[in-house]
């Protein structure tokens, strides 16, 4: 939570000017930046009171004049310390100005909620000014979380900073698959920090870009059966593949956290199981990839397992009627699903020749003794 603007702290002028009681010409004057014997924090302080005053006349003028302060009162206004409510204004509307956030960044009075805010939507110049300070962001590792989960930040920085984050016992609860990303990223080379992009952080990129160029309207699976139930790459997508195939464990699970449809639906048959793992519980994955997933004959017993434990899946018919049809769902998984099915879909499972033998017994079980 940002503190309010503490308006005792300010000079007795402005005091005067930020009273709601002020003259309304006073207050308009100050809307349009012009307060005369105020230093130019103080003015931007003004600004950020009456734009957030929702039954100030002045608002609209505060706001349009906060969007485009001119440079001599802005670079002023940076060169002091800056309440946290002013800071947080200040770095949302000049998010694209790595100048100014860069000064703000510096500023002792900038609030946590502020700095998650430019981790989560910030461009990679950004990203790279934050992840600079250890010290900060061993502090706040939600900062963290929202740097790894920001498409924007390099690969090698997020490498880095989960590295940073595993060797000084932080659990990043907030990324779904941190137990995949602490474990992968034990065994991997963490570079240092370097001016310009790496090998790595290029191929990261370039992979997106490919990957965004892929995306269809709707959950498409980027595999094929032949005659005999082996799967086969989709053509359109080996080129895709063959990039992810490139990347280490850690650069793979992240574009399991990040990448299309496309990429889970690739990735959540990785050989490695940790990718596997990190691709179903994306926070991106969505009910109907995961209806794809549960039906998958070639899916690993882990996938399915961990579908099975999730509470947000299991809200659907489809998801759990396919578990239990699926020969790879762990026996008890399917067995403790199958009381959930309707009784049609009971006896099909009963008679089906693609089910295991546990699992029709425990349909017929379920028959009997609804019959009773």
Same mark, same amino acid.
């Given at each position: /939570? ?5 308006? %005792? ?8 000017? $930020? ?7 006073? &207050?308009?004057? $100050? ?47 940076? !060169? ?9 204004? =200040?770095?949302?509307? @000049? ?10 960044? %510096?500023?002792?009075?900038? *609030? !946590? ?11 990679? *110049? ?7 300070? +250890? ?12 740097? @790894? ?5 390099? /690969? ?7 590295? =940073?984050?595993?060797?000084? !016992?932080?659990? =990043?609860? !907030?990324?779904?698959?941190?137990? +995949?990303?602490?474990? $992968? ?25 490919? *990957? ?14 032949? +005659?005999? %139930? ?6 359109? @997508?080996?080129?895709? @593949? ?12 992240? &574009?399991? /956290?990040? %990448? ?26 969505? +009910? ?33 009627? #396919? ?39 425990? $349909?017929?079980? #379920? ?6």
């Amino acid at each position: /939570m940002i503190p309010p603007i503490d308006v %005792g702290a300010l000079s007795a002028p402005a005091q005067k000017m $930020a009273q709601p009681t002020a003259p309304q010409k006073l &207050r308009e004057m $100050a809307a349009r930046g012009i307060a005369p014997g105020l230093k130019p924090g103080e003015v931007v302080t003004l600004l950020v009171l009456l734009a957030s005053r929702e039954d100030e006349p002045a608002r609209e003028t505060a706001d349009k004049t906060l969007a485009a302060l001119p440079e001599p009162l802005l670079q002023g206004a940076l !060169g002091g310390d800056l309440p946290s409510l002013v800071i947080d204004r =200040l770095a949302r509307l @000049y998010a694209d100005r790595l100048p100014v956030i860069e000064r703000l960044l %510096g500023l002792p009075g900038m *609030a !946590g909620d502020t700095l998650e805010e430019l981790a989560r939507g910030g461009s990679e *110049a950004v990203t790279e000014l934050i992840a600079v300070n +250890e010290e900060r962001l061993l502090k706040n590792p939600r900062v963290i979380e929202k740097l @790894y989960l920001n498409k924007h930040t390099r /690969m090698s920085t997020a490498d880095r900073l989960v590295d =940073l984050a595993a060797r000084n !016992g932080v659990e =990043l609860t !907030g990324i779904p698959a941190w137990r +995949e990303v602490s474990v $992968a990223i034990k065994d991997e080379l963490i570079v240092e920090p370097t001016p310009e992009p790496t090998p790595d952080d290029v191929l990261f990129n370039e992979t997106q870009a490919l *990957a965004e160029s892929l995306e269809a309207d709707h959950a498409v699976d980027t595999h094929v059966e032949d +005659e005999e %139930g082996q799967e086969k790459i989709k053509d359109l @997508y080996v080129p895709l @593949y063959k990039r992810l195939a490139d990347m280490t464990i850690s650069q793979r699970i992240r &574009r399991a /956290m990040l %990448g299309s449809r496309e990429e889970r639906m690739l990735l959540v048959r990785d050989s490695n199981r940790l990718v596997a793992s990190a691709a179903v519980r994306s926070p991106q994955m969505q +009910e109907e990839e995961v209806v794809l997933i549960s039906r998958n004959r070639n899916m690993s017993d882990e996938v399915l397992r961990i579908i099975s434990t999730t509470p947000e899946w299991l809200k659907s018919y489809t998801v759990k009627k #396919h578990l239990v049809e699926n020969p790879r769902t762990p026996v008890l998984v399917a067995t403790r699903l199958v009381q959930h099915l309707r009784e049609s879909d009971l006896r099909n499972i009963a008679k089906s020749k693609n089910v295991t033998s546990p699992v029709k017994d425990a $349909a017929r079980r #379920h028959l009997e003794r609804r019959k009773t």
